[in-house]
């Protein structure tokens, strides 16, 4: 999937009708209430030695604060289980905490085990038309009650553990796997984690695939013996470039003024107190 950001002011208005009102400054702690029972929940049991990196879950939790950040305005990621909308971006519906898509396989994958795990939820009639307008932005079949019964079922912490699970197999997890390949630390699990997000993992040139491999023409992985400060801000300059590829993506700032501001300070581990600024307002993790 691609992801998907709509040009920021337009996403802040319309989600101010939604979501909790977010101040300027947005302050939160990375010892976070936990999420829904699901892969992460499961991950979080593990013996403490057993989890590095990203994959730690007080790391974890950061990175979908800044996920959000960017993508909603808000820290609070467990607000978006019902968001749901069309952002004129040609994939069709927009929802959820990762913004999946009606246009590109990852909200039907996401319904349909949903629906082998609860069957007659409220989005388990849409599943035909789901399948229908995969690879579009029509909404036909869906209209008019598709969004509420998204907004129903995110009331359902079966669909909250649905969300999470497919967040982690297709995002988090491979991502984060293959930073670790790369010797990254958990900044640069972050940058995987946070391309794949909005570009997809597909054939195209602004996939993070395509992305990495631009980094690689640049400069080495640590992996290959390369300076891991210096392959990051190729990584970085590489997903800038794909980002500004497309209309929707064109404000760098999630790079610019987020992760990049990371790398400068040389906070590898991603270790709190953050600061940064996505679309110009002001975020802190203590």
């Not at 101010?16 to 977010?22: E, N």
């Amino acid at each position: 999937m691609e992801v998907r950001v709509p040009t920021p002011h337009v996403r802040t208005v319309l989600l101010a009708l939604t979501l909790i009102a977010v101040p300027l400054t947005a302050t939160t702690t990375a010892n976070a209430a936990p999420e829904p029972a699901g892969t992460a929940d499961r991950a979080a049991l593990a013996p403490a030695a057993a989890a590095a990196g990203l994959d730690d879950p007080a790391k974890k939790e950061i990175a979908m604060q800044l996920v959000s950040s960017a993508e909603n305005s808000s820290l609070d990621w467990k607000a978006q289980y019902g968001y749901i909308e069309d952002i004129g971006d040609g994939r069709g519906y927009t929802a959820g905490i990762i913004g999946f898509c009606s246009g590109t396989g990852d909200m039907l994958d996401l319904v349909e085990l949903y629906t082998g795990r609860k069957p007659g939820n409220p989005l388990a009639t849409y599943l035909p038309a789901l399948r229908q307008v995969d690879g579009t932005d029509s909404h036909q079949g869906l209209d008019p009650g598709f969004t509420s019964a998204w907004k129903q079922a995110a009331k359902d912490s079966a669909f909250k553990t649905a969300q999470n699970d497919e967040r982690d197999r297709v995002y988090f997890n491979p991502a984060v796997n293959r930073a670790k390949q790369d010797k990254l630390g958990t900044l640069g699990q972050f940058a995987y984690y946070d391309a794949i997000v909005m570009h997809g993992d597909g054939g195209d040139s602004t996939s993070f695939s395509s992305i990495r491999k631009r980094a690689l023409a640049k400069a080495k992985t640590p992996a290959q013996g390369g300076d891991e400060k210096q392959y990051l801000h190729a990584f970085l300059d590489a997903r800038v470039w794909a980002m500004k590829q497309e209309e929707a993506h064109e404000d760098t700032s999630r790079v610019d003024t987020a992760q990049r501001v990371f790398l400068d300070k040389g906070n590898l581990n991603l270790d709190p107190p953050l600061d940064w600024k996505v679309y110009g307002d002001s975020f802190h993790i203590g």
